[in-house]
């Protein structure tokens, strides 16, 4: 098994490990997080397309460490990103008569990890919780930094907690049964990063796209390890998205109106960030920060990860009018992450509407010239 050392997360509540490997053969999931349960009441939370696939092995292995374990297996989508699945989380934990030892497990994407994470938060003012991300975007991104919730008919991740988990196990070979369409969808917060903090990574991820894109377990450990870093970084230094780590909405803004629009679920969330990241970068350019080089050039690595690069045809007005009701607004104003060059990012409501509706409006031409 392919093994990095800890990437330890530096957080004000405790510090914590993620733990990234490539295990052959059948992933181990239990060995390296048993040591972080406290208490010996556990819930797994998964969905039903990870369950057949990791479940048992885990369920398992946690009950052979001397552990009682149940089980939650939610719908997978987005679209079950609510308080709905948080609830049936809840039945789980009350009728097993769990106490505030217990530890809750979530085993998925980014949707059961955010789902998991904000039950425990919430249960019983707050229990602990370990990440294993089985999915691309959530092992870069979403299950390091404790960003947790759900989302609202209103808005996506409207209603939440910041609660870190005890620790991460992030493990390639889980990608041996994700959907290339999901694993794309990874690789929008991959870019991200290099967009916004490490033009080196940009030219490295173009130099590696076919070993990518192969799935090479080596190079995807080397990736995984690099983007945990950045967000390691980044949440030691702004954990609660005063400052720096707003940058990592990079793309979201214009990203979660797609998701909102089309209907949550319709869009993956990474196929909507890289078609926000466009936007931004078109912004960016508008505003003289980026030149139309820069822009073709992040157009071509979006495009070599099988991401779409336009975003669906969203009338200018109706997309104002979602972007008002994401949570980077402050006192009225849009707040935008745009571009100075490839790998240096500001957060910025410092720019006409009227450059901003243009950039909306290039979107429908775009869709009419195809």
């Not at 998925?108 to 904000?118: A, K």
């Not at 916004?196 to 991820?205: G, Q, R, V």
């Not at 377990?217 to 780590?245: H, N, P, T, W």
């Not at 820069?294 to 045809?313: C, G, M, N, Q, T």
């Amino acid at each position: 098994m392919m093994s990095h050392d800890a990437l330890m997360v530096h957080t004000q509540s405790h510090d914590y490990p993620i733990f990234i490997c490539a295990s052959e053969g059948v992933p181990d999931l239990a060995s390296q997080i048993i040591p972080f349960i406290k208490g010996k009441q556990v819930l797994i939370v998964t969905n039903d397309v990870v369950a057949p696939l990791y479940l048992a092995p885990l369920h398992e292995a946690l009950v052979a460490a001397g552990l009682l374990v149940v089980d939650c297996v939610l719908p997978d989508g987005e679209a079950y990103k609510n308080q709905d699945s948080i609830n049936a989380i809840y039945d789980k934990l009350l009728e097993h008569h769990f106490a505030r030892d217990c530890t809750l497990i979530a085993l998925g994407g980014g949707v059961i990890g955010d789902m998991t994470g904000f039950a425990a938060a919430s249960f019983m003012r707050g229990v602990n919780f370990i990440q294993v991300p089985t999915t691309l975007l959530a092992q870069v991104d979403s299950s390091v930094g404790g960003k947790t919730g759900i989302n609202h008919p209103r808005g996506k991740n409207m209603i939440g907690a910041f609660w870190q988990p005890q620790c991460v196990l992030a493990d390639m070979a889980t990608f041996k049964t994700l959907p290339e369409r999901e694993f794309a969808a990874g690789m929008a917060e991959v870019i991200k990063y290099a967009l916004i903090m490490d033009a080196n990574f940009l030219t490295w991820l173009e130099d590696n796209a076919d070993a990518i894109n192969a799935k090479d377990g080596v190079i995807l450990g080397e990736m995984v390890y690099r983007c945990c870093d950045f967000k390691a970084q980044v949440v030691a230094a702004d954990e609660r998205e005063s400052g720096k780590r707003a940058l990592l909405n990079f793309g979201h803004t214009f990203g979660h109106v797609i998701e909102a629009h089309q209907g949550y679920g319709a869009w993956l969330h990474g196929e909507a960030v890289a078609a926000g990241m466009m936007q931004a970068a078109k912004m960016s350019a508008k505003l003289g920060l980026i030149n139309d080089d820069d822009v073709s050039r992040i157009e071509r690595v979006i495009e070599a990860f099988h991401l779409p690069s336009l975003p669906p045809v969203i009338a200018v007005d109706e997309a104002l009018d979602l972007m008002g009701h994401d949570k980077k607004v402050q006192q009225g104003k849009i707040r935008l992450v745009l571009l100075r060059a490839i790998g240096d990012a500001f957060v910025t409501a410092d720019f006409q509407l009227s450059d901003l509706t243009a950039v909306l409006q290039t979107n429908e031409i775009n869709h009419a010239d195809i």
